[in-house]
């Protein structure tokens, strides 16, 4: 069975920096494709600010979220990191990790895209 799981959420200040980290099990990260995918409070649609391929050569990022956002995966761990900096208050969300077997390209945005997977989500708050 397919797992999904996400964790270091948690509240930070303006400014400030998280890390998330999707952890799967009973599936392997190669060669699919992994986004971060995220619902602010009241939105109907969600967003995907990052998402990258197995191989890393395509690493795709929401206009919002560029220069401040940064993603990788360690295959070895089965592990994908979303690196957070400079948070806003608009970055406030639950943020979810998502798998999927299609391969995602460069310039594709991350959403809509065909996620078979998703983990749970976890919540990002970003006040002070």
């Known amino acids: 069975q397919v797992q999904l799981v996400e964790s270091g959420g948690g509240l930070v200040q303006p400014g400030g920096s998280l890390t998330l980290s999707c952890a799967a099990s009973?599936?392997?990260?190669?060669?699919?494709?992994i986004g971060w995918i995220r619902q602010a409070p009241g939105k109907l649609l969600r967003e995907g600010v990052a998402c990258l391929s197995s191989s890393g050569d395509s690493v795709n990022f929401a206009d919002s979220v560029k220069g401040r956002f940064t993603v990788s995966r360690d295959n070895a761990k089965n592990t994908v990191y979303l690196q957070m900096n400079n948070l806003k208050p608009e970055d406030t969300a639950v943020y979810y990790c998502?798998?999927?077997?299609?391969?995602?390209?460069?310039?594709?945005?991350?959403?809509?895209?065909?996620?078979?997977?998703w983990g749970q989500g976890i919540q990002v708050t970003v006040s002070s």
């Open positions: 998502a798998g999927s077997r299609a391969l995602i390209v460069a310039g594709m945005p991350c959403s809509p895209f065909p996620y078979d997977y």
């Open positions: 009973g599936y392997s990260l190669d060669p699919p494709t």
